[in-house]
Structure formats: structure tokens, C-alpha cells
């Protein structure tokens, strides 16, 4: 794959939705998510801010698998 999007934060919640990964908590702008094996992340939800490649890079890591793989789901 070329270049990483820059996506809308509620995209990303439907990619992690789509892998089984349910929210578990809110702190402020902040929501994260959990799945079953005990994964986790944080996806930001600043008005009128997306979410950068490389946040979406550290996002994937923090899920174990790669910006392609998370891609797939779109």
C-alpha cells in the first residue's frame, strides 16, 4: 500500500469495531477500547481534529498488526 490516510476518528472506531474491539471507558477527548484477548488502545476525539498517519501507525501497534491490515477492514 502507498501512503497512510489520514482518517475521521469515528472511522477508526469502525475499524476496530469490525475486529472485535468494544469501548470500554471516556476520559475526556479520549475514548479506549478493549477486546476480548485483552488488546488495547486510545483513539483521540478532538473536535475537528483527524486522526494522522502516524497516530494511525501507533494505533496499529498498539493492537498487534499492521497499518495495511487495519486498512483492509475499511
Same mark, same amino acid.
Do not use: W, Y
Given at each position: 500500500?502507498? +501512503?497512510? /490516510?489520514? *482518517?475521521? /476518528?469515528?472511522?477508526?472506531? $469502525?475499524? *476496530?469495531?469490525?475486529?472485535? !474491539?468494544?469501548? $470500554?471507558r471516556q476520559r475526556g477527548s479520549h475514548r479506549q477500547f478493549r477486546h476480548a484477548d485483552g488488546r488495547g488502545t486510545t483513539? /483521540? !476525539? ?5 486522526? +494522522? /498517519? ?12 499492521? $497499518? &495495511? &491490515? *487495519?486498512?483492509?477492514?475499511?
Amino acid at each position: 500500500m502507498g +501512503s497512510i /490516510p489520514v *482518517l475521521k /476518528p469515528r472511522e477508526v472506531v $469502525v475499524l *476496530l469495531e469490525r475486529l472485535g !474491539f468494544v469501548g $470500554v471507558r471516556q476520559r475526556g477527548s479520549h475514548r479506549q477500547f478493549r477486546h476480548a484477548d485483552g488488546r488495547g488502545t486510545t483513539v /483521540p !476525539f478532538r473536535c475537528g481534529r483527524d486522526i +494522522s /498517519p502516524t497516530l494511525l501507525r501507533k494505533i496499529a501497534r498498539d493492537i498487534g498488526i499492521t $497499518v &495495511e &491490515e *487495519l486498512l483492509e477492514r475499511r
